[in-house]
């Protein structure tokens, strides 16, 4: 990544620990501004109190999970959530097949790879502009 005088900044909504451990490292080592939340309840109060350029976020996590993160981005911040990446071991319900059918965002299907991630951030970055 090209450096510029604008910190990228990401928020990573997973509650697994190595997981997001694992994105903080290669999200950082390319260069991002990482935080971390550990359900949809945490990422909210982050959201409200920080500028995010973009969201990885689970769809399965603890009390508020992603898809009620997105529709509350939706309301509340449309643009980050137009900047959100989902995460997910879980396609085949059909609940969240056709939430990421709908909502037409990119995911990423667990487990990952690093390089999967750090794909899917640029290329996220390279679509708003940034």
Do not use: W
Request: net charge neutral; charged share 25%.
């Amino acid at each position: 990544m090209t450096q510029d005088t604008h910190r990228r900044r990401v928020l990573v909504v997973e509650d697994e620990p190595v997981i997001s451990l694992i994105c903080q490292k290669v999200l950082t080592a390319e260069g991002f501004d990482v935080n971390i939340a550990v359900n949809g309840l945490v990422a909210k109060k982050m959201v409200a109190e920080n500028s995010y350029d973009l969201c990885v976020s689970d769809i399965r996590t603890p009390l508020i999970n992603g898809i009620q993160l997105y529709e509350y981005l939706k309301q509340e911040y449309p643009e980050l959530a137009r900047r959100i990446i989902f995460t997910t071991g879980d396609v085949l319900s059909g609940n969240i097949a056709q939430f990421l059918k709908e909502s037409k965002r990119p995911y990423l299907l667990k487990p990952f790879t690093p390089d999967q991630l750090k794909q899917a951030v640029i290329t996220a970055y390279t679509e708003i502009g940034i």
